[in-house]
Nanobody, 127 residues
């Protein structure tokens, strides 16, 4: 199994930027696709972005497309979510998740596809 720890959350003004990190440990020799999800108070968990094992394939929710960028550094066992032009509605707890894969180019946008989850990091955007 793999353990995931998110970091980089915090308070930022609307229009600002944050970069979240998801550090993996454990069976990092295994092959994983990774996704970011978020959950705002009183709302369901939503897909944000996903990246393939190789990093060559990505997918984004329409609400963040053009503003957020997911990337990974496999040598550091870390996945990043660069968030620019933040909006108040981006306020949520952000979670990273990992899924063991065979294909280096596969991406997944549904939470049910992921086996491993981090503890979450709070992102608050003020107006």
């Amino acid at each position: 199994q793999v353990q995931l720890v998110e970091s980089g959350g915090g308070l930022v003004e609307a229009g600002g930027s944050l970069r979240l990190s998801c550090a993996a440990s454990g069976r990092t020799s295994s092959r994983y696709a990774v996704g970011w999800f978020r959950q705002a108070p009183g709302k369901e968990r939503d897909f944000v972005a996903a990246i393939s094992l190789s990093g060559d394939s990505t997918n984004y929710a329409d609400s963040v497309k053009g503003r957020f960028t997911i990337s990974r550094d496999n040598a550091k066992n870390t996945v990043y979510l660069q968030m620019n032009n933040l909006k108040v509605e981006d306020t949520a707890v952000y979670y990273c998740a990992a899924r063991a894969v065979l294909s280096s180019g596969s991406v997944y946008v549904y939470g049910q596809h992921y086996n491993y989850w981090g503890q979450g990091t709070q992102v608050t955007v003020s107006s």
